[in-house]
């Protein structure tokens, strides 16, 4: 079993930049599917990006292509969600998690708030 840590969330204006990080112990993390979920206030959990184990594929959430960039290194256990031009709507706790997610992998997730 995968248990996650996510990191690097907090306040920024709106158009700046965060880069969220996963860090994931146990030994099946390298052939495991792996997403970004986020839940925003007084909403469910919705999918935000996902990356395969493998040969390199990403998708994203119509709500953040072209702004979001997921990523991994599987040497260092840890995912990554570099987020650029956040906007107010991206305000939400964010999650990682693995590929469908399961239920036992949710961590505690990290803030993300985008004001002026």
């Known amino acids: 079993q995968v248990q996650l840590v996510e990191s690097g969330g907090g306040l920024v204006q709106p158009g700046g930049s965060l880069r969220l990080s996963c860090a994931a112990s146990?030994?099946?993390?390298?052939?495991?599917?792996m997403g970004w979920f986020r839940q925003a206030p007084g909403k469910e959990r919705e999918f935000v990006a996902f990356?395969?184990?493998?040969?390199?594929?990403?998708h994203y959430a119509d709500s953040v292509k072209g702004r979001f960039t997921i990523s991994r290194d599987n040497a260092k256990n840890t995912m990554y969600l570099q987020m650029n031009d956040l906007k107010p709507e991206d305000t939400a706790v964010y999650y990682c998690?693995?590929?469908?997610?399961?239920?036992?992998?949710w961590g505690q997730g990290t803030q993300v708030s985008v004001s002026s």
């Open positions: 998690n693995n590929y469908p997610p399961t239920g036992a992998a």
């Open positions: 146990g030994r099946t993390f390298s052939s495991s599917d």
């Open positions: 990356i395969r184990w493998g040969p390199a594929y990403t």
